[in-house]
């Protein structure tokens, strides 16, 4: 009885591997030939540069924006690994930035549900 158990086990193992084998090849083909047609319709579209270039004030916009988004990130990683468990005492509004008025409620709403 262990022994046809054993068998079944190696059975479908054997077949779910060979499967995945083979769709590693298919999606290996399947790069190779788009990386081939993506060759050739670049070779035949060519754009001037000059019309893909954004405006650096546009490229250094979006740059501070992400920079800023990554480091809050980071800085709240950094707290809660250095510190643990964390608890919000504060929440200062940043004037000068535009909060959408539905942003605005559910910090507001978010607030007074972590009242004591």
């Known amino acids: 009885m262990l022994g046809f158990g054993l068998g079944v086990a190696f059975i479908?193992?054997?077949?779910?591997?060979?499967?995945?084998?083979?769709?590693?090849?298919?999606?290996?083909?399947?790069?190779?030939?788009?990386?081939?047609?993506?060759?050739?319709?670049?070779?035949?579209?060519?754009?001037?540069?000059?019309?893909?270039?954004?405006?650096?004030?546009?490229t250094a916009a979006a740059v501070q924006e992400d920079d800023n988004d990554v480091l809050a990130a980071v800085a709240a990683a950094i707290a809660y690994i250095s510190q643990g468990t964390m608890a919000v005492k504060t929440i200062t509004r940043i004037n000068g930035m535009p909060v959408p008025v539905w942003s605005s409620t559910g910090r507001q709403e978010t607030m007074n549900l972590r009242q004591i």
């Open 12 to 58: 479908g193992m054997g077949v779910v591997f060979g499967a995945l084998v083979f769709l590693v090849f298919v999606i290996n083909a399947i790069t190779a030939v788009s990386r081939m047609f993506d060759k050739k319709t670049e070779a035949a579209v060519k754009k001037p540069e000059a019309a893909v270039r954004q405006s650096p004030a546009v």
